[in-house]
């Protein structure tokens, strides 16, 4: 029987034969291959017909448990864990045993080094019951009661730091040394970071807010009198009464009464502690709830101080012999700018950009300090820190036109303090007599130094590298190198060579006009009049108050290190808070800049609002 064949050709089927079945098969593939030759095949067909060419070979697998893999590949797998192993060992064994020659970080600058002492002055300065880590070996304890004695409404006005070499707290100026420290912290945190002493000058800040707070009722809202001085030096007409002048006594040994006096018409003074606190909230505002509060502070005391006008210093005799205010319309402009930073009120902008105001602190008539920074008037301060806001914000109408006033008054500010113009004098040293040669220069020349460094750094962030003075243009680092040569002035670069940092350097002043550094820490408490043969000496002091800025040479580079002779040797808080603030400004590498955004963290974001339309023409 015959079948067809699908490919052509017969296939015979069911033949009766003998042959075996492997002839068979031969024959059934004598056939494909003869069909396969006779036409071509789709790959279909050729996997019908066309068998394995040859016995494959069987792989090997390893189980693993959970896993069979290929044995090569696990042996692969194996043996590349292995090299790669040793070869690490190799290269670990390798780089442990070579010598290496470590880099060492660059030694900090002169700059930086003073810092840290600068700072340590506010610790020896510190009044009340003092923390565990003041570090300042020869103090103690001090004034504890203070308040608590007489008829303030404050009871406890413990705490804050001693103005200069007594035992007086002077509020005033104390809140501007906070401030000052407070505007360098917020622009520079991370040079401070740099050099370790972030933490160290927050807690000096802290020290000082937490004391004003308790100089006023700061948990109201309206308050109708506020603590000025703790403490009093009044020796006029031959007063032999035991005070903080009179007496030469170490302050933990003070045993007389250290009246309190308040004041219900001090808007220089309230509004200088507003700025204090509102700068200080910045500082902080990372601590919320005492952001907060110091935030509620500065508003109380920024209200009074407009509702009851008047100079602190007027009603009090002492205040007006030791830091008489000229006026209160700069604070007004200065506390106005630093609360609206704290809160981003735009109520406090509108104050502080308001012609009328400005025209009141002097800011369009010039005069021989204008453009000197101090405890006393705050206006070059005030136009600095409102320039800022214009070169970084740039909040339009309506604040541009007194905004780009300031911009334009702070320029000429900045030419002033060059040496190629006339507005100060200099001694053969080169250092600015900012304050036209009388003592006590050095706490002027140090804010300036600061503000400089400061607006350098702000036109820097802001991409411009300089600014005019007149026709000519004047680049950054020209601002840089004045505040260098003045800062460097300080710490010895002078015709005496002669550091006027204490503790800086090799040559420093030895008898400062202080009493707790003047007098040994020996177990033995020296009445009022006892301490005078301390004062009288002419023994260097036993105790070193490090990081102490005295009052400056004369204006002839001249010096007397003599204790007796304040206008030399006495150091203050204010010229103190100027030093560390222009040195952190010039500390570490220039590319190190300012903060550009913190203090504006408050602020919402800006719309300016549209000038109005013109005035509809007329014929």
Not at 89 to 115: C, E, F, M, Q, S
Not at 242 to 260: A, L
Not at 307 to 321: D, F, I, K, L, N
Not at 544 to 551: D, H, K, L, S, Y
Request: with cysteine.
């Amino acid at each position: 029987m015959y079948g067809r064949d699908p490919w052509g050709g017969p296939l015979e089927i069911n033949a009766a034969d003998s042959a075996t079945d492997d002839d068979r098969s031969r024959n059934l593939q004598d056939f494909d291959r003869a069909a396969l030759s006779s036409r071509p095949l789709d790959e279909t067909q050729q996997s019908w017909l066309l068998g394995p060419t040859g016995e494959q070979k069987k792989k090997k697998y390893v189980d693993l448990g959970c896993i069979i893999v290929s044995r090569k590949i696990f042996v692969w797998t194996v043996g590349t864990l292995l090299v790669s192993a040793v070869l690490a060992g190799l290269i670990t064994l390798i780089v442990k045993t070579v010598p290496r020659h470590k880099h060492a970080h660059a030694p900090p600058d002169n700059y930086t080094l003073a810092l840290h002492k600068a700072l340590m002055f506010f610790n020896a300065q510190r009044s009340g019951k003092l923390p565990k880590h003041n570090n300042v070996s020869w103090r103690g304890n001090s004034c504890t009661h203070d308040g608590k004695e007489g008829d303030s409404i404050m009871k406890d006005l413990s705490g804050g730091y001693y103005d200069a070499g007594d035992a007086i707290k002077f509020n005033f100026p104390m809140a501007f040394s906070m401030t000052m420290l407070s505007w360098s912290v917020i622009e520079y945190s991370g040079k401070y970071e740099a050099a370790g002493e972030l933490n160290h000058v927050k807690d000096v800040i802290k020290w000082g807010t937490d004391y004003f707070l308790k100089t006023f009722n700061h948990t109201a809202d309206q308050i109708d009198r506020l603590a000025a001085q703790v403490g009093s030096g009044d020796t006029s007409g031959g007063s032999t009464t035991p005070n903080d002048h009179y007496c030469w006594t170490r302050p933990e040994d003070i045993d007389y009464d250290r009246p309190v006096v308040d004041c219900s018409s001090c808007s220089d003074l309230a509004a200088e502690m507003a700025a204090a606190l509102a700068s200080a909230s910045i500082v902080f505002k990372d601590n919320k709830a005492y952001s907060q509060k110091l935030v509620h502070g500065a508003k109380t005391l920024f209200r009074f101080s407009r509702e009851q006008r008047g100079r602190y210093s007027a009603g009090s005799a002492e205040a007006a012999t030791f830091y008489n205010s000229t006026g209160y319309w700069d604070e007004f402009l200065w506390g106005g700018a630093w609360l609206y930073y704290a809160t981003g009120n735009n109520s406090y902008l509108q104050l502080a950009t308001a012609p009328g105001l400005a025209k009141h602190a002097g800011a369009f008539w010039g005069g021989p300090d204008y453009g000197v920074l101090s405890w006393d008037n705050k206006l070059t301060g005030a136009q600095v820190l409102l320039s800022r806001l214009r070169l970084f914000l740039s909040p339009g109408y309506p604040y541009e036109e007194i905004l780009r006033t300031f911009h334009n008054q702070t320029s000429i500010i900045m030419c002033s303090y060059l040496p190629i113009f006339n507005s100060f004098n200099r001694t053969r040293g080169g250092l600015i007599q900012l304050n036209h040669g009388r003592p006590q220069p050095l706490q002027y020349v140090v804010n300036a130094a600061f503000l400089a460094t400061l607006f350098s750094d702000y036109l820097d962030a802001a991409d411009t590298p300089g600014w005019y003075c007149g026709p000519n243009f004047y680049s950054t680092d020209v601002l840089r190198d004045f505040a260098k040569t003045q800062i460097d002035y300080v710490l010895g670069k002078n015709p005496r060579k002669m550091s006027y940092v204490v503790g800086f350097g090799n040559h420093f002043p030895k008898r400062v006009h202080h009493r707790g550094a003047s007098i040994p820490k020996n177990k033995v408490k020296y009445n009022c009049k006892g301490g005078w043969k301390w004062r009288d000496s002419k023994k260097a002091n036993p105790n070193v108050i490090n990081g102490a800025m005295v009052a400056g040479p004369d204006k002839h580079d001249g010096f007397r290190d003599v204790r007796s002779n304040y206008n030399y040797t006495e150091p203050t808080l204010a010229g103190n808070a100027g030093l560390v603030a222009a040195l952190v400004a010039l500390s570490g590498e220039k590319g190190g800049g300012i903060d550009k955004n913190t203090i504006f963290s408050a602020i919402p974001p800006m719309f300016p609002t549209p000038p109005p339309p013109p005035a509809p023409w007329k014929p």
